[in-house]
Structure formats: C-alpha cells, structure tokens
C-alpha cells in the first residue's frame, strides 16, 4: 500500500522500533501482534454504481531476539486476508527474517517489498497517483533484500529482488506472469532522503529488466521483453503547524518489445489538521508519450480520528484520460467512504 510522506517520517524517527500489540517479553525476546483492517462503500473507473469492499484484512507477528543493546535478530510472519478487494482467499504476505541494529540500519531478506513500496505523495485514501511505475514488475515478491538506515536527518533504502521462483495461483496452475515467471529477470531500486528546517527532500531510482526476448509473448501475446526505469522526486513541507504541503515528479523511461511506454507524471498535495478531523487534497498530470494520452487526477478528502489507531473518512475525486485513439473511462466521478483499524 502506497504511504504518505508524513506516515513515512513519523515511522523513520521511530527508528527499528516495533509497533503493535506486545504479546510477549522476556529476556531479550520480544512477540508483537500487527495488523489491520479497512472496509470502504465505493464506486471504481469502471462501475459508477457503490459497494462495499474489504480492501485491508491482514495481520502478522514481529518476532525479535537482541543479542545485546545493538545488534537484533527477527522473523516476520504475516496472513494477508486483502491480496484484492474482497478476496475470498487467505494467503501469505510479508514474511522474512531480518537483522536489527540500532545506530546502522536494518536487512531484511524474504518475502517483502522493496523502496518503491513506499513512494507517493498525498493523504489520500483511494484515489491518489494510480501508478507511475509500470504493474508488472514485482517490486513486492519472494527473493528480495532490503536495507534501511535513518538517523533523523539523513536516510536510505536499497532494495533488490531477483526472479527465479514460479508459483501457483489457487487453482494449481503455473502463474507464469511478471511478478513470478521465473526467468533471470531482476529488480533494483532505492531512495535516498534528508529532513532539515521543515523539509523532507527524497530522491527515487528503481529499475527492472525482464531479461526476456521480444519474441516471447504471455497467453495474451504480449512481449514478456520489458524495461522499465524510474528517477522520482518528491518534497515535503511540515513546517507551518497542522499543514503538510508536498509536491513529487516521476519519469518513467518504459519499453516492452519494441512499443516505446515512455511516461512522465507529475502531482501537488496538501493536508491540514484540526483537532481529530484531518482534510486533504492533491492533484496528478501523466503523459505517455507514445500514445500521445494524458491522465489527470484530482482529489479532496477528510477524515476524523475515532481512537488513535481508528478513522472514518469520505473521498471524492475526479479522473480523466484523454488523447488521439484512447478509450475514455467508464466513469470519471469517483467517491468512496471508508473505515480503517489498525495495531
């Protein structure tokens, strides 16, 4: 799930830190019980009409043994109950092992997310940036490394996934798509931040190469011969109180087969605090070269704090796609309420 800058400043200057229930301590082992859970009533791109969906139903245990005051050894397990709106099927998540320091970072190495988990801009709850990087890489996957550092004014995050494994999709059959096709393809990206006089500054880079032949086509014969590069920036201003303004720029330098996907994005957003109610907005321009198309999105949203870890909120938004040859959206009028629990 995409995070805000603001979620993402206050979870670096928590450091290592577990969040959580603490379900058990003693003697340097320490078990945290995680999750969360969100529920929306809302319509789609594709379907003007509301309904309710489960869109987060996951929870998880940090499991962590300190070897002495810096240095921690941990697993992570995590039942991911939300692979997509309303999914029946229950299925792993997150799960890694990882080492823990407290002045160097954290490695974590498994199945996890990667840097790109965590760019975006905006509180938005549905209907943010749709995607700049391109749905068929496998930022989030099996055989993937992570590192993390921050020290509160500096901070990094590198992030590797080879793709050797093919699994199975609940039917049994070989899912043979670009998150787990099991060729020599890989992934690499990172980012590298500073917060200082009320800013927090970031710089993206992520890469994907298939590794494929343009021959090689998928069952709906497309080429599995994709490139994909991303160089992002984004700013955060936090510095007038109760106002968070931020602004991002993303170009992505994309081929699959010989088909030039070439896409530049670009998007505002701000948010201000009231007591327990939250407001927001945001506003995103993509063009894609090659098509000639452009996608604008526009957003306004509030949410009001229940309990610490409880929100209820309603969002409204606006989404067009327009150019030579491209098929409009369905609908562009977009709304969604929602509650969302977490621990």
Known sequence: MKKTLLALAVLAAAGSAQAGIEIYNNEGVTVNLKGDIEVTYQNSTSAASMSQ?????DFGFDVRYAMN????IGGYWEFNGSESNNAEWTKNGDNYVALYT???????????CTAIDDIGIGNDYQFGINSFFSKDTFE?????VRYDYDNGSFYATLGYVQNKVKATNTDGVIDDNAYNQGSEGDYIDGYVGARFAGFDVKAIVADYDSDREVSELDTDGNSLAISNTLFGLEA???GVENLNLSVGYYSVDRTQGTTNKDNDTWALAADYTVGKVVFGAG????EYDATDEERTNSFVNVGYKVLPAVKVYGEVAKQEKSGTGVTALKNENLAAVGVTASF
């Open 283 to 286: 506003y995103s321009q993509s």
């Open 236 to 238: 955060a201003y936090g």
């Open 140 to 144: 989030c996957a099996d055989e993937a």
């Open 53 to 57: 969906q489960i869109e987060d139903a």
């Open 69 to 72: 005051d810096q240095v921690s």
């Open 102 to 112: 407290a002045d160097f970072g954290s490695l974590k190495l498994g199945r996890l």
